[in-house]
């Protein structure tokens, strides 16, 4: 596997999670292991949820041409402490 990534819009080596030329953000989910859990983090209503996780399935689907659609589905996996989901309220700085 390749160290580097390039990025699908415009080719450019990608180092984080944006693209330094074109700006196109990048989300590389093969870095999820089915037997390594970790963290992801994202807006739910008026909170800011981090859950840990594995990567349960990934279903590709083109039955409905106009709209071929990408499901990703992670399976919560408990911290040491019993904890499966931090939730934060009024932090976020969301954008305009
Ligand atoms: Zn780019």
């Not at 089915?34 to 981090?50: F, L, Q």
């Not at 083109?62 to 990703?72: D, G």
């Amino acid at each position: 596997m390749k160290d580097r990534l390039n990025c699908p819009n415009c080719g450019a080596p990608i180092e984080g999670t944006e693209c330094p030329y074109c700006g196109t953000v990048f989300h590389d989910f093969a870095t999820f292991a089915p037997d390594k859990p970790t963290y992801i983090r994202t807006i739910w209503h008026d909170s800011i949820i981090t859950a840990r996780v594995i990567l349960k399935s990934a279903t590709v689907e083109f039955k409905y041409f106009e709209n071929p659609s990408i499901e990703f589905e992670f399976m919560a996996v408990p911290d040491d402490d019993g904890t499966i989901i931090k939730q934060e309220k009024g932090e976020i700085d969301e954008p305009d």
